[in-house]
Each structure stands twice: as structure tokens, then as C-alpha cells.
């Protein structure tokens, strides 16, 4: 085997075991990214289930304090007081 047929035959070789290397690399990346994605958008609505739990209970309180309490809804003028 001549010495330019070994050089193609290594050159060749290497970049065919860079090439699968690097597609390997970029897969794992690729569904590296895309889990972290659905972690996130887990995350999301975790938080949006708690903020409308939170929503729901103060609308609840309010509620129960219109019930306890009177409420005026701003019928009266308001009095400036001295400062």
C-alpha cells in the first residue's frame, strides 16, 4: 500500500469517525434542550395552577368580607383633611 493511499485511507477514516462523533454530540444536545423545554413548561404550569389558587382564595376572602362588612362603593364624597 502506497504512503498517499494510507494518508487518504487515515484522513478518510477520521473524518468519518469525527463526523459520527460530532451527529452523536448534537443529538444528545438536541434532547438535552428539548427536556429541559418540558421541564420548564412544567415548571410554568405549576406556577400558574398556584397563582390561580391564590387568586381563587382571595376572591373567596373578599367574599366573605363583603359578607361580614359593609362596603360602600364610593357613594360619599370624599373630605380633604387638613395636612
Not at 23 to 51: F, I, N, P, T
Not at 67 to 77: L, N, R
Request: hydrophobic share 40%; proline share 2%; glycine share 4%.
Amino acid at each position: 500500500m502506497s504512503r498517499a493511499a494510507k494518508l487518504t485511507l487515515g484522513a478518510t477514516s477520521l473524518f468519518a469517525i469525527s463526523t459520527v462523533y460530532f451527529v452523536h454530540y448534537a443529538q444528545k444536545a438536541e434532547k438535552a434542550a428539548m427536556h429541559a423545554g418540558v421541564v420548564r413548561d412544567m415548571e410554568q404550569q405549576q406556577l400558574k395552577r398556584e397563582r390561580q389558587l391564590d387568586f381563587d382564595m382571595q376572591k373567596a376572602l373578599e367574599e366573605e368580607y363583603k359578607k361580614v362588612q359593609s362596603v360602600h362603593d364610593g357613594g360619599s364624597p370624599v373630605l380633604d383633611r387638613p395636612r
